[in-house]
């Protein structure tokens, strides 16, 4: 019976190891918290996060915190070239307004697709002040309906503002 007793007490103690073996093995492996660039701050209102996107504009590479956020609003959100043929270059600006306390500071446009090419002024725009993002579209090698979408990340909340536009794309003129 004391073998068995004994014998028990072994499986159990080396059970024990090994569980804490195993905790301590993950801790070094998993992160406890997500590692974010430095200048990351959790969307409040929207979905996703801030990315950091200094390489777009470097006037961005400032950490944001509730005294440096804006809001912002655009004239339109979707907008609509109409009929175009394929290989036309149009271009769009959308405009819009900060309607926050703070200078508004864009962070990056990212087109849907690289037929599509965003601009967009990197200085602060102040609040009260107005701005434009140019989007050019270029239909070669389109055809029909297209829908494409420009992401916005700016130290707005939310985080990002989605505009778009679409273009009926007919075959080339003769």
Known sequence: MKENIKTIALVVLALSFFAIAVVEILRFVLPREPQFPSNFIENKNGAGPIQNMMDQNPIANER??????????????????????EGDKVTHEF???????????????????????????????????????????????????????VHITANT?????????????LDKKK
């Open 64 to 85: 944001l915190t509730d005294s440096t956020l804006t809001s912002i609003e655009f004239a339109e959100e979707i907008f609509n070239f109409g009929d175009i043929y």
């Open 95 to 149: 405009s819009f307004k900060n309607t926050g306390k703070n200078p508004l500071v864009i962070r990056g446009a990212k087109a849907s697709c690289g037929c599509t090419i965003p601009s967009y002024s990197k200085e602060p725009i102040l609040p009260g002040k107005e701005g434009v993002i140019k989007v050019v579209f270029n239909s070669l090698g389109k055809g029909g309906a297209q829908h494409k979408a």
């Open 157 to 169: 909340i939310p985080n990002y503002t989605v505009i778009e536009f679409t273009a009926n794309v």
